[in-house]
């Protein structure tokens, strides 16, 4: 009987988490499409069309993916709502067009968050290029480092 319970609180589990990512992928479509939406643009022109509030975003019209990005401390994430069931590249560029990163996303995959570590580039604008075979998305990534002091620490004041 216990044997039987630890079974049925794996599959919860499981199951939980897939609902859970789910959901999330769920909210960053929802977001992708809100920001999309409002943003006022001429979508006869794909070129110009960018959402509000987010610089270098560059979306197309009957979009066929969804896409956010998020920095945090070392990591760049990217995530991806595959809504065309496509192959899709996510590369990262430096300003002038040089490839730093690939990653592919299978055509089956309906989302998934990539994370680049940025550890090691420098500050600066950064490209993000998103593609399937029917568009692109491009997104300016600005790199500044965090100073960090050089030295920490406790004085005690004795009386």
Request: proline share 4%.
């Amino acid at each position: 009987m216990h044997h039987l319970c630890i079974i049925n609180k794996h599959k919860e589990n499981k199951l939980m988490k897939t609902q859970l990512r789910t959901l999330a992928i769920a909210c960053m479509a929802f977001v992708a499409t809100t920001l999309n939406t409002f943003a006022g643009n001429d979508n006869n022109n794909p070129t110009t069309a960018t959402a509000p509030n987010v610089s270098g975003w560059i979306s197309s019209p009957g979009a066929t993916f969804d896409v956010l990005t998020h920095k945090t401390n070392d990591v760049l994430s990217v995530s991806v709502k595959n809504t065309a069931k496509q192959a899709i590249m996510i590369t990262l560029h430096t300003p002038d067009g040089l490839e730093l990163a690939y990653e592919p996303i299978h055509r089956r995959a309906e989302g998934r968050t990539v994370k680049f570590n940025v550890t090691e580039l420098a500050d600066g604008e950064y490209m993000v290029k998103i593609a399937n075979r029917q568009e692109t998305i491009t997104k300016k990534v600005t790199l500044i480092s965090q100073p960090k002091p050089s030295r920490q620490a406790v004085i005690t004041v004795a009386r």
